[in-house]
């Protein structure tokens, strides 16, 4: 079945450091891929998405390269801030019925330190 | 508006209780979930409506029945939980289609005592 395979944490950085998590998948299908992040306490906000091959999602600074060769979607950020403390999850929806049921991994704890 | 409202955001119930849980979202979504996250881990599928209609139960014990009433509202009914049901339940909708993006709720944390 699917699957999603996402690096353990906690990661731990200073701020303004460089941030990559990284992110595989198996599907059996084409999906399409997501990165949510999810504060304390709080439900799951959809950062970013890519939904074919070579296309690069992004925002607030966050970006992902969906990878079909190496079967990747790893996060990136250039410059990190304590407000990015949280924890990332990659997903995947491979949708046959016309709804996207998503797949997580395990998810991804960022800690960012002054 | 990408707003998906949970309610109630909290909610403590003994095992021989029935209470629900609700979820709205006004953004047009046909495809509405149910998600499961237990602490430190991901969320798990629970149930998906599409167009109103169950299209997906992840083998969920009967005690947990949902209803989807109309294309706006989401239900969760609880009865006869058990205290390894206490979790953070996550609401969520999407347009249908591929590579649709799912817009969460902020939750609602249950604990069965």
């Known amino acids: ?114 | 508006d990408t707003e998906v409202t949970q309610t109630p955001k909290h909610l403590v119930m003994g095992m021989t209780n029935k209470k629900s849980l609700k979820c709205e979202q006004h953004m047009g979504h046909r495809a509405m979930y149910w998600y499961k996250q237990k602490a430190k881990k991901p969320p798990e599928l629970m149930f998906v409506y599409s167009y109103e209609k169950l299209s997906i139960n992840e083998s969920v014990p009967s005690r947990f029945s949902p209803e989807c009433p109309n294309s706006s509202l989401l239900n969760l009914h609880l009865h006869a939980l058990q205290p390894e049901d206490s979790a953070l339940y996550l609401c969520a909708s999407s347009q249908t289609g591929t590579g649709a993006s799912a817009f969460f709720g902020q939750g609602t944390r249950l604990t069965v005592v």
């Open chain 1, 1 to 114: 079945g699917d699957s999603v395979t996402q690096m353990e944490g906690p990661v731990t950085l200073s701020e303004e450091a460089f941030l990559t998590i990284n992110c595989t998948y198996t599907a059996t299908g084409y999906p399409s891929l997501f990165w949510y992040v999810q504060y304390p306490g709080e439900g799951l906000q959809l950062l970013l998405k890519a939904t074919k091959a070579d296309d690069k999602g992004s925002n607030k600074g966050f970006e992902a390269t969906y990878r079909k060769e190496t079967t990747s979607f790893h996060l990136e950020k250039g410059s990190v801030q304590v407000s990015d403390s949280a924890v990332y999850f990659c997903a995947l929806s491979d949708p046959p019925g016309g709804y996207n049921k998503l797949i997580f991994g395990a998810g991804t704890r960022l800690a960012v330190h002054p």
